[in-house]
């Protein structure tokens, strides 16, 4: 059996693993450029579509949810708050929770950043003719579920919410 030493260096653009994350490095550097003159991050995109598909979750659970840090998640779900994009709500099974709803304005910020994202995609994907696009998805949609990795987990900003479940 060969030990490594005897394997030939191939470079690290030979490993789809490498590619992966540099390209999603980038990928979410551009995308949050993009985003500059809406005054959000991928991070608030991710948080308010994931509302708008499970409207009413505590704070707790989109915290869980997304894998952000509860300390995260409080700081950005007051920031959206204040500028009137949700609002909390008492939960009406955790007593002591409240359930998160996206306002019109949020639900009208996030078009316009699906708008953005759309065309940051289109440009980025522009290589690529509309089957491959498709195939592109699908592989990466795979990888993600073997992976037991969500789409947006991408945004993780610190191990989940923590050890302590608190009521938010």
Request: one cysteine or more.
């Amino acid at each position: 059996m060969p030990s490594n030493s005897d394997r030939a260096h191939v470079g690290l653009d030979a490993h789809p693993t490498f590619l992966l994350a540099q390209l999603g490095v980038h990928t979410t550097e551009q995308f949050a450029a993009l985003l500059t003159p809406l005054g959000i991050q991928p991070r608030h995109v991710a948080v308010l579509s994931t509302l708008i598909d499970r409207e009413g979750l505590s704070q707790q659970q989109l915290c869980e949810s997304l894998r952000i840090h509860r300390n995260v998640m409080v700081g950005m779900v007051d920031d959206l708050e204040q500028r009137g994009l949700l609002t909390r709500r008492r939960h009406p099974v955790q007593r002591r929770a409240h359930a998160l709803h996206v306002l019109p304005a949020g639900e009208e910020l996030l078009r316009e950043a699906e708008a953005v994202l759309d065309r940051y995609e289109t440009d980025l994907l522009e290589p690529f003719d509309p089957d491959q696009r498709i195939l592109l998805l699908e592989f990466l949609q795979r990888l993600g579920v073997r992976s037991g990795v969500r789409a947006v987990r991408h945004i993780d900003v610190g191990g989940g919410c923590g050890a302590d479940p608190a009521p938010d």
